[in-house]
């Protein structure tokens, strides 16, 4: 979910999609569930009244619930939606909060709007235009084409805990609304047990309601407790891997930011021990920090804090240990093999996500696959393994692809001469009007998540661009002073 | 208009947002504000329509291989949002649901075109002009 990237403890190998032990998990899979061998019942479908509970109302558990009930409603059928989501969005403060960077790619901004769902300023707290790469050896700034406001950087609650009135819309809450503006209740109790009868699951909430449905949607994040339940319903569901993220946020007021950090989202390629990567992402009146390395822990989050090319982006005087709060939350690094059974679908983090950048933009691309499978083609596992699975392959496919692009940003971070010639490329690049942007492209949709890793692979071994690095290679090599170029973020 | 959370870019009064006869491998949506729809024919200009907030146009540049038919201009200060051809024709393949939308205006457009016509057709009669050629629905 965090807008964060690369990560040295979990190589290439680890999602390689033929590994015996991942095979083993398969086979283990199939055992649990001979349905699995069969495609289960597969003439199970939605139809005028039937029940569907989407447990969990982040954004894939709102978009699932949006595109089902618009779809449904293109075809003439009557569907009753409960949205479980024991926590408030609107409140103030952190209760709501959904523990993320809150980056709102461009494609996703793009893919909302042709859905019809454009995102306000009221919930949007800052429009990105621009990267800003720093690095030991300079910085450089990266502009969208267009220089036009793609990005969107959202609170996902009612913002830290120093915040008793919040002034925006959080992004959970606007997309919950608009779920249940197309007829969905709202069901503020915490689900605590799940269970099948006669085939039927069941979900048990906290407040000792039990209700069974024709389908159940799993729409909770990683650190939800609930998702071990499905572990032992047999139904093959084994939960996705995880790693540790850092998550601050800082107050700095409107006028600070708009001075210091400007309308950039900036990012870090430091050489400190466990860190791989770090962003500064400007909002409203705050700053979010994220980081993703190794063993991510508090101590981690200071060391970067007090870096030098951290403390020249934000305002002379600021002290890296005020900050108005902080998080340690688990992302998804490694999807589920079978986020699906008769009746049961798992979509966003509790399924299948993409790898370190662009969560959001998951949760998206499955919850609406998912709302597709169950409105055109059923409710069946066969269904969701022949219409929803494809999707989930494809983001699996992408991540592999992925490890390589991110193992390619570790070589630049540990090397300063490589991190050099990223500089002077880039530089040149973005000084230059017109020309092909190779590299700049590049580190954009890195950075903002914004293409398949597949497409940037692909663009990573372009020969205009090995040649335009070989070019810089020589004068890279030479000792340099300490900064090679300095942008003045406006 | 301008907030900090604004998405898309802000297009003055009079600001040109694409020109008939300019290729197009973009479509927009507004954000804000409201734009002027145009024809130009022997350097006349004729406003066919105004479009406001949440509106998607130049779609036809993502279907068909032609020059923009339309030259679109901001009536106020508009934001608008740039959506790449590239990024939806790569979704569309993945999921067609996206074309619900464009779908959905052609066909309203389609609509409003039909009425436009039999109204003119009537404003003609009324005025004791026959059409050449009779109009098929």
Known sequence: MTNVTCHRTFPVGILAPKTPRREARVAAAIAMDPGRQTGGEADLALEDGSRIAVVGSGPAGSLFTYFLLEMAGRVGMKLAVDIYEPRAFAQAGPVGCNMCGGIISESLVQNLAMDGVNLPPSVVQRGIDAYVLHTD???????????????????????????????WESFDHHLQALA???????VQTRVDEVSREDGRPVLRGRDGTAQSYDLVVIAVGVNSSILKSFEGLGIGYERPKVTKTLIREYYLGEEAINKHLGTSMHVFLLDIPRLEFAALIPKGDYVTMC??????????????????EVRAVMPPGWQPDEKSCQCLPHINIHGVEKPFADRIVFIGDSGVTRLYKDG????????????RVAVFDGISEAAFRKHYQPVCESIMSDNRIGEVAFIMTRVARRLRFVRRILLKVTTREQDRAGGRKLLSSILWDMFSGS???GDIFRRMVNPGLIARLA???????LPSRRRDHTEVVT | MTGNGALGRVYEPGEVIVRQGDEGDCMFVIQDGEVDILVEEDGAEALLRVAGRNEILGEMAIFEHQPRSATVRARGQARILTLDKRNFLRRINEDPSLAF?????????VRE??????ELKAALSASGVTPKEPIRG
């Open chain 1, 360 to 371: 959001i933009g998951a949760a998206y691309r499955t919850a609406k696959a998912a709302a």
């Open chain 1, 291 to 308: 980081l993703l390395g190794e063993d991510i822990d508090h101590a981690l989050g200071d060391a970067f804090a007090d870096t030098p």
């Open chain 2, 101 to 109: 939308q464009i779908v959905e205006i052609m066909s309203r457009r």
């Open chain 1, 451 to 453: 293409a398949p890793y």
């Open chain 1, 137 to 167: 050896v300079g910085s450089v700034r990266i502009s969208t084409p267009g220089e036009e406001m793609r990005i969107g950087a959202v609170h996902r609650g009612g913002g830290p805990r120093d915040v008793t009135e919040a002034k």
């Open chain 1, 180 to 186: 249940l503006n197309l007829g969905a209740q709202l």
């Open chain 1, 471 to 477: 070019v810089a290679l020589p004068g890279s090599l």
């Open chain 2, 113 to 118: 075109l039909s009425q436009e016509v039999l």
